[in-house]
């Protein structure tokens, strides 16, 4: 079975500045899908990023970016010039391609900006 | 744009009772989810659908119930309640993911915060 770790409960970083997420997977997959999620206090479950593991190009939204080690099933997630709003817990996720595809959640990073 | 739609937000139950969590999808999904998430914690996966008329159980099924009877609606039973089902409950769908463009992520309602006392 699929497992998705974050070591990271929880992180801090100052307004304007970037912060990086940890996200580790394990699967005998090749093909599947990576995503992070936000959570802000609303609970609504916010899409962030997402990575198809067959392109070797690491996604990029706006101030999102993630780092993608296929070999070292390693899935980060880079924040640039942190603002207010950022603050929320971070989940990331994992879903096959084919076959079974329940999407597999971590523990979550609860993110705080300090002004 | 509706999405997906859940019904209650807010319920309080006494130990024993039941109730349905309500689900709709108005995106014609073939997959749809339900997901509880505790207190500090990342989601787990109740039960699953691919399509109307299939349903298979996740990793905290003891329980639910599920039916999927149309391609839009997912409601998840609750029977005899318990404090131990005291969570957020979610609902996701998403399309297949083989052979199209899309990019593979659920689409997830807003939640239903579920007290049992």
């Known amino acids: 079975a699929q497992t998705v770790t974050q070591s990271q409960p929880e992180m801090s970083v100052q307004e304007a500045e970037t912060v990086t997420l940890s996200c580790t997977y394990d699967?005998?997959?090749?093909?599947?899908?990576l995503f992070w999620y936000k959570q802000p206090p609303s609970r609504q479950m916010i899409l962030v990023i997402r990575?198809?593991?067959?392109?070797?190009q690491n996604a990029t939204e706006n101030r999102f970016s993630v780092n993608f080690q296929k070999a070292a099933k390693s899935f980060s997630l880079k924040i640039s010039d942190s603002q207010l709003g950022d603050a929320a817990m971070y989940f990331c996720?994992?879903?096959?391609?084919?076959?079974?595809?329940?999407?597999?959640f971590g523990t979550g990073t609860r993110l705080t900006i300090i002004p | 744009n509706a999405g997906v739609t859940q019904t209650p937000k807010f319920r309080i139950l006494k130990i024993g009772q039941s109730m349905t969590l309500q689900c709709t999808q108005d995106?014609?999904?073939?997959?749809m989810y339900w997901y509880r998430q505790d207190p500090g914690m990342g989601l787990k996966l109740i039960y699953y659908?691919?399509?109307?008329?299939?349903?298979d159980k996740g990793e905290v099924p003891n329980g639910y119930n599920v039916s999927r009877s149309t391609t839009e609606d997912f409601p998840l039973r609750l029977e005899l309640a318990a404090p131990s089902q005291t969570s957020v409950y979610f609902c996701?769908?998403?399309?297949?993911?083989?052979?199209?463009?899309?990019?593979?992520?659920?689409?997830f309602g807003e939640g239903s915060r579920l007290t049992v006392l």
């Open positions: 996701a769908s998403s399309p297949r993911t083989g052979g199209t463009s899309f990019g593979g992520e659920l689409f």
């Open positions: 995106m014609n999904h073939n997959y």
């Open positions: 659908s691919v399509g109307a008329g299939i349903t």
């Open positions: 699967t005998s997959e090749s093909d599947y899908y």
């Open positions: 996720a994992y879903r096959s391609a084919r076959g079974n595809e329940k999407l597999t």
């Open positions: 990575q198809e593991a067959y392109k070797q």
